[in-house]
Each structure stands twice: as C-alpha cells, then as structure tokens.
C-alpha cells in the first residue's frame, strides 16, 4: 500500500499546468518598437502631403473632365391641372404618363454615354426592405415556392410570387427614349449589371411566376418568357443602395454627343415617388479612368495632405523655437531586457 501511494504522490507531483516554455507563449518574439522622434514625426507628415496633393490635384482634374447632365423630371413631367395632386395623376391609370424633355449637351461628351436614373429620399437600406428577398428563389428553380423573408409580397392568390419580396416589387419602371436632330439614339441595355450577380446570384432557369398581380401594383412587370438572369434591369434594381440618394445604371449610348446638341428626351413617367417625397432624376454622364463625376475623393485628399504639412511646419517652428532634449533611449525597459521584463 505505501508503495502504491508513494508511486501515485511521485506522478501527480510531476504533472504541472505550467506550459511549455517558448518564445510565443512568453510573449518573448522580436517586435518593432519605433522611437517617434521630431524628426521621423515630421518626415511622416511631409511624405504624406507630398503624396497626397498631387494625388488629389489628379483626382480632381479627371472629375472636372466628366461631363454630366443631370434633368429632374418628376415635377416637370405633370401636367398643369395636376399639379396641386400629383398623387392622383401617377395613380390614375387613364393620365398619360409621356412627356418630353430636352437637354443640352454644354461639351463633347464621347461614348459610351451612360444613362442612370436617380433617386432622392427612397431608403433602399431600410431593413425590412433589404430583407424582403429570397435568393435561394432567384437562383433556383426548385427554391421557386421558397417565400420566407417575403412578406408582404410572398403569395398572391394562393400562388407563390417570383421574384418575391418587396424589392422585386418596388422594380423602377420609367423608361427613356433619345432623339438628336430627330434621328432616334439607340440605348444599349446589355451588360449593366454585375457579371457575378448575373452568374451566382440569379438562375437562368428561374422565369417570373405571378408577378405584379396583386391589387396593389409597386413598379415594373416583368417578361414572364426572360429567366432573370437575363433581366439585367431586375438585376441593377436589386443591388440594394446604401444611401438614400442613389444612381441605378438604365442603359449606355454607344455613339458621341456633339457639343451644344440638344437631346430630346421621351420619358414614361410611371414611377411613384410623389407618395413619399421622393425625387427623380435623369443623368447622362461619361467616365474618366476615377470613374464618374467625383470631386469628394479629390477634395479630401487635398485636405489631409493640406493638414499634414501644416502639421509639419507647425513641428518644425515648435523644434526649432523651443527645442527639448530627448533622452537616451538605451534607458528604455525593452532595450535593456529584451522580453520586456524588469528584473
């Protein structure tokens, strides 16, 4: 019996919760650790502003180089006597909803001439709108009476609604026609989307089933015969803006847009913004290689360059004004014991 105790005191004497020792574990690795000196402080400060002035002079001269028209139309679109109730002519299905505009090329704008409709005040990243999808039923075809998250516009007559959900259901449906020196301009809708939208995210055996025949009617019908991958409007509409104020793409021109060429502008105005405030734009814009007209991204490059040199001038007098003497950094703790410890 002693010997059985003395055997089983020996082993748990030497079992221990005490880990093996290495270097990660005693947090003992090499780690750089500066010294911010004035001098490096003010280096730091004037790379940074020589570098980003210039880059935001760049930035904003590519913006400048955009030219872009930009027409609001939902007021201007409703007729005199409606115009103390534009409700009830966008509601009223027997108004006549065309109306013409023209706009006025101020320089050359060269192709491709980029159509967007714009949105004011319509909150795309309310939560219970992005929510009212679902994508297994956009890229399935077995998913097509997989309704949940759909509600309100999961079902209609008893039937299973695809695409369901209010986004689908809110689909914008003004639609636009050009005309220069009243030769019709051809709108290219091909490849406005996405591509991996077009290919992971909706199925090309997926048709429109029941669509939009409900009582009520939120935007845009779609072509039952079109699986949606192929409905690149449908497409745009459902990548969801984060910003209550957004651009959707509606099509390309694929030919130049002479200066001082007035566009006319044929426009179906069908979409419902009035019940809420909302506003709609027209946009004809070309791109440079920064993208479309952005002079935010310019701007705040210049001026975190602008603050950085005065940073550095300001450092630079405060040295040379009152100057304190550093110390000597072998002093510091992880100098003289490299694992950081004192002993």
């Not at 880059?55 to 103390?84: H, K, M, T």
């Not at 077009?198 to 039952?224: A, E, M, R, T, W």
Request: hydrophobic content about 35%; glycine content about 6%; aromatic content about 12%.
């Amino acid at each position: 019996m002693k010997g059985r105790r003395s055997s089983s005191e020996s082993s748990s004497s030497s079992k221990t919760k005490k880990p093996q020792y290495s270097k990660f574990t005693q947090q003992e690795l090499s780690a750089c650790k500066p010294i911010l000196t004035p001098g490096y402080v003010i280096g730091i400060f004037i790379i940074v502003g020589v570098i980003f002035i210039p880059v935001g002079i760049i930035s904003l001269f590519a913006s400048e180089n955009v030219v872009e028209i930009v027409d609001r139309y939902d007021e201007g679109c409703i007729p005199p006597n409606y115009s103390d109730d534009m409700l009830a002519y966008i509601q009223n299905s027997d108004t006549n909803k065309t109306c013409t505009r023209s706009l006025k090329a101020t320089k050359l704008m060269k192709s491709p001439v980029y159509i967007y409709y714009q949105l004011d005040n319509f909150y795309q990243n309310h939560r219970r709108y992005v929510k009212s999808r679902n994508d297994k039923q956009l890229w399935s075809k077995k998913h097509e009476d997989d309704t949940k998250n759909c509600a309100p516009e999961a079902t209609s007559n008893g039937l299973s609604i695809v695409p369901c959900g209010l986004i689908a259901w809110s689909l914008f449906n003004d639609s636009y026609g050009f005309s220069i020196k009243n030769k019709m301009v051809k709108v290219s809708k091909k490849n406005i989307a996405w591509e991996s939208d077009k290919k992971h995210k909706f199925g090309s055996d997926v048709y429109p089933k029941n669509f939009q025949n409900g009582v009520l009617i939120g935007g845009g019908k779609l072509n039952s015969s079109i699986p949606l991958s192929k409905q690149e409007d449908l497409i745009v509409w459902m990548r969801t803006a984060a910003l209550p104020t957004f651009r959707k793409l509606y099509g390309r021109i694929e030919s130049d847009i002479q200066a001082n060429d007035s566009v006319t502008v044929i426009i179906e105005n069908n979409y419902n913004t009035y019940s809420f405030g909302g506003k709609k734009k027209l946009v004809l814009s070309t791109t440079t290689w920064i993208g479309g007209k952005n002079d935010f991204l310019g701007i705040a490059y210049i001026t975190v360059g602008g603050l950085c040199l005065f940073l550095a001038i300001s450092f630079i007098l405060v040295y040379v004004v009152m100057p304190r003497p550093l110390g000597d950094p072998a002093f510091l703790s992880w100098n003289r014991h490299p694992a950081g410890h004192q002993i």
